[in-house]
Structures are given as structure tokens and as C-alpha cells.
């Protein structure tokens, strides 16, 4: 909570013939709703969610969520809270004929005033529960289709992808502000690994024209066109640019604000790959660096970082993705965002790559992270973790494609850019032993007036709460990833964490 239906972590299970998905706002295209449709069949279909976090309801006994019918039959709305401390609660709304095709915000479940689920017995409903299920017209066989948003309890919005190194010192950048593109940072790449078509069977020519790739203005115009290219003995219909950076580095943020182009089958890429890849012919990252073309690991074992991909879903869907040996191609390690403006407004499109997990984010709001595996892989002994070749200097990629994967082009298409404002790497000073644990816990919400909350992919062993002169408040000997505090007195406290053998020290406040 609350549930904004912007991440994925969101998503609904659905349940006797129900069906859930995200989809736009129809009164604002670039803000995500569940949609939830039923096809009456039975009488209690519905969707359900198991919480990241516990509701708890002696903090806030009231639940609001918005809601739209397509529709303007009278509905009834029913929450109801599962696996829980005491018994499952439910609390049930009327919504009126006449509301359709608008949003109803704001309706309050009260749960101070609850049924016992099953009894019809109500209730001051109390304690914590881990999953709540919404139903529209439980009990009737109703068909329609729902759209709901905002369903909020009142509590601290978690950040479902937290950071656990922040990298903050600007080491290389290209802001593109000379008049032409700087050569010393950037090489055309022209030739596919077998010289005719690339991966994917795309259906372009990649140039070093200043047709295909210029800086005008501040911004870099990666540009695809239909024209007729013959080059290496194979005629294409399409040219582009591809363009690769003479920098490589290990672990660090990626921050590129960039415009994509417009058009069906155009396939625009912001992406990484190990610099140690193996190609047998010259030019692959670029000439005589020694990247490339010298090296002595073939993909997918070097590793591919896809901070942005759009084409390989609809028109409004930019993805992110990783490939090694252990999943590649059409990998399981990918996740999608919907975006409508991709082809009209510029976005930052970033990547935050650590030791122990990579982090994608768009306009600075994280949306996937893939983390280390705990236990190493590797089937060929080769000495290459099949899941996580990434600890090795990675090079980035900036290119338009244009069919292949993305599907057919539009027959109608002439041209269109991708616009890119600035590439951006960032890392830092390296962090301690005792930095990089500790930056694997963030506690929340501080202040606090109840429960302090413990967010981390760590086996707790005990947590300690100490007054800042170093008394022993509270102690908690198990893995549960919060303390309750509600009985302490207001004030500024330490909180010991327990991981691994390790210890970690959080400053925390309490305020009633």
C-alpha cells in the first residue's frame, strides 16, 4: 500500500473466471489503472493480492480505493482481508445507476465497522492482515468490465526497488554540446558480426552518414530512413546508425535522457554489453581499442545490460532486460513500463548496476531490479557465473533498428530519430564492507508512531532497539522485518539489525 498500479510487483491474481489488467486511465494516458473484468459465470469472482507489507489496522481501520464502471448499472464493492492476525474481515459499499463512465474517488471502507467474513457479525476489526481481495458484485452473476486505482490504507508508500548503492560522481558524459559528435568518445559500428543481416533478421543498414547520425542543437539525431543501402553485397531497404562508446567501466548509474522515434517496426535501443565480447572482424566496438574484436567471450556469456528497448511490445511500452548464458534471446529477465509519450517528450532512461543487483529506472522512479543470485552457476566451468556475468567492464550501445524483432515496419514510414539530450555515468568513491551491508536495509517510516518497518532481501537473526546512549530498549530474536514500538515514548532510538553474522546500525525516530 498504497496501490498505484504503476509497478508490476501490482498485479492482481485472479479467481474464478476473473481477468485483471493494467491499463490506461481513460481520462489520463499516461497514469496505469487495474482493469478488472468479469464474465459472470460466477457468482464470486474476484481479485486478489498478497502485500509486500501487512495492512494493519490499529494504525488506519479505513481503506479508499477509486472506482469506474463501464457502465451505469448499480454496483457493490466488497474488501475483504485475508490472512490475518484474527479472523477475515470484509466491509461492502453500494455504488449508484447513473455512475458510469467516470470515476467515483475516494470510496471509504471503513473497517471499524466490519463483518466477521462468514458470519455477518460485525466488528471493530483490529490486528494485521497480508492480503486483501476485492470483488464487484460478489454474490450475483454479474458480467462487466471495472477499472480501480488508488487503493490506499493510509500507510508510507514502499519503494518496491530501493538502491543499494547510490552512485553520485559524474566520471563520463557526452551532453553533446559541440557541433559535431565527438569522435574520441563514439565509434560507428557498421559491420554485423557476419556481415550481412543483423540479429533478428532487422532489416537496416547501419551507416557512419551524417544522414543517419549528427548533433544539432545540443541533442544527438540517431536517424533511421527507407532508402535503398547496399553494403557488403547485401541490398536493405533501411539505414540507421549505430553508435558505441570508447568507454567501458564496471558498476555504476547510466542516466540518458532520450526521445524515441515514432513508427511501427522501428526498434530503438539504449543498452550495455561486456566489452570482452568475441567478433572476427574489425569494427565491431571500434578499431585497434582492443574491445571486441580481441576478445575471448561470446555472447550471451559476456553479458547484455538493455537499460531501454521499445519495439518489442505495443507502441506505448518500453521494456528493460538482461541476457547471460543462464537466459537469453527471448530472456525471462526482461520487465515493461507503458509510457504514450515515449515519441514526444523525452525521458531519462537509467540503469543502477552494483555488485548485488541491477536496477532500472525511468524519470528517476526504479521499476525492475534483478539481483545476484545467492549460489553461483556455472554449468561449463568456465569460471563465468551463467546468471551474472556482470562484473566486468560493460561499453554502451545507442542505435535504431528497424523491423526484425520489432515486427513489420509501417509501409508509410520515410523516417524518424531517436533524440538523445545527454549520456550520463556515474559512480563513487568505493564503499566499505560495512557500507555495502548496511546499504542493504532501509528502515521505514521514520518518523514512526507504531511500527517500524525492515526492508531488505537479508535473513534477519534479532533486531535491537537501544536509547542513544546505548540502553537496550527492545529486543526481537526471529526473521520477522518489523518491530513494533507503539509502547516506547517519543524520541530518537537506535536499531540494531542482525544479518549474516553482520550488524548494522539505523538511526530511527518515534513521534505519537
Known sequence: MPIDFQDSSQSFTTFNGSSFSTVANPEDNLDQVGEITNDGNNP????????????????????????????????????????????DVEVWIDVNAGSGDQWINDLTFDFSNALISGTGNTIN??????????????????????????????????????????????????????????????????????????????????????????VEDGYLHIVAKKETITQYGLTLEYSSARLNSKYAFTYGRVDIRAKLPEGEGTFPALWMLGDHRINTIDGVNWENQGYGSVGTIPWPNCGEIDIMEHGLRDLDEVTSALHSRSSYGNTVNLESKHLSDVSENFHIYSVNWSPDQITFLIDGEGYYTYRKPDTALDENNDGIDDAWPFDEDQYLLLNVAMGGYAGTVDPNFTESAMVIDYVRVFQTASLSTEDLFSSKFSVYPVPTKGILYIQTYQEIEKIQLLSTVGQLVKEQMNQKKSIDVKDLASGIYLLRIYANNKMTTKKVIIQK
Open 44 to 87: 464470486w469472482q474476484g481479485i486478489l493480492l498478497n502485500l509486500q507489507r501487512s495492512i494493519d489496522l490499529s494504525e488506519n481501520k479505513q481503506i479508499v480505493l477509486d472506482f469506474y464502471s463501464l457502465d451505469a448499472n448499480a454496483h457493490t464493492l466488497m474488501i475483504k482481508l485475508e490472512d490475518g492476525t484474527n479472523s
Open 125 to 214: 476489526a483490529s490486528g494485521t492482515y497480508n492480503r486483501i481481495v476485492v470483488f464487484v458484485d460478489g454474490g450475483a452473476n454479474v458480467s462487466g468490465t471495472y477499472l480501480v486505482d488508488d487503493i490506499d490504507d493510509g500507510s508510507e508508500p514502499i519503494d518496491f526497488h530501493p538502491l543499494d548503492v547510490e552512485y553520485t560522481e559524474l566520471v563520463w558524459s557526452d551532453e553533446f554540446d559541440e557541433a559535431t559528435l565527438n569522435t574520441d568518445k563514439w565509434y560507428h559500428e557498421i559491420k554485423s558480426p557476419s556481415e550481412g543481416m543483423w540479429n533478428g533478421l532487422e532489416e537496416q543498414h547501419y551507416t557512419d552518414s551524417p544522414s543517419n547520425s549528427y
